[in-house]
């Protein structure tokens, strides 16, 4: 059974820290390029980072980079998020997701379903003043 399972979100204060993990099973997750995706209210659906299967490469659009880090540790099918310096405008449902075909850097295109192989059930992340 293939499962990405989110963890660690809930509230938080703007300025502050939250660090998410997904847990992958059931198919080959060394192989895999990753991402990270958001539900945002206003917005729709939003890419957060993408790292490739040995993690050497990653992508973030400009309105995370500097504040979140994509991490991955293969050897725990484990998929990581650590965001810092959260907005307001962070709040969303956060998503870790598979990606489908090459790896190319994020682009202005909104993320689609097409995009991805697998996905998790998403966990709320929201920011406070």
């Known amino acids: 059974e293939v499962q990405l399972v989110e963890s660690v979100g809930g509230p938080v204060h703007a ?11 059931g198919f080959e997750f060394s192989s895999a390029d990753m991402s ?10 939003e890419w957060v980072s993408k ?12 309105y995370v980079k500097g504040r979140f880090i994509v991490s991955r540790d293969n050897a725990k099918n484990m ?11 962070d709040t969303a449902v956060y998503y870790c997701a598979s990606l489908k075909g090459p790896m190319l850097p ?5 993320p689609a379903r097409a995009d991805f192989l697998y996905w998790g059930q998403g966990i709320q992340v929201t920011v406070s003043s």
């Open 15 to 25: 300025g502050g820290s939250l660090r998410l993990s997904c847990a992958a099973s």
């Open 36 to 45: 990270w995706v958001r539900m945002v209210q206003e917005t729709g659906l």
């Open 51 to 62: 790292i490739n299967s040995v993690g050497e490469i990653t992508y973030y659009p400009e």
């Open 79 to 89: 998929l990581y998020l650590q965001m810092n310096s959260l907005k307001d405008e």
């Open 106 to 110: 994020i682009q202005r295109a909104r």
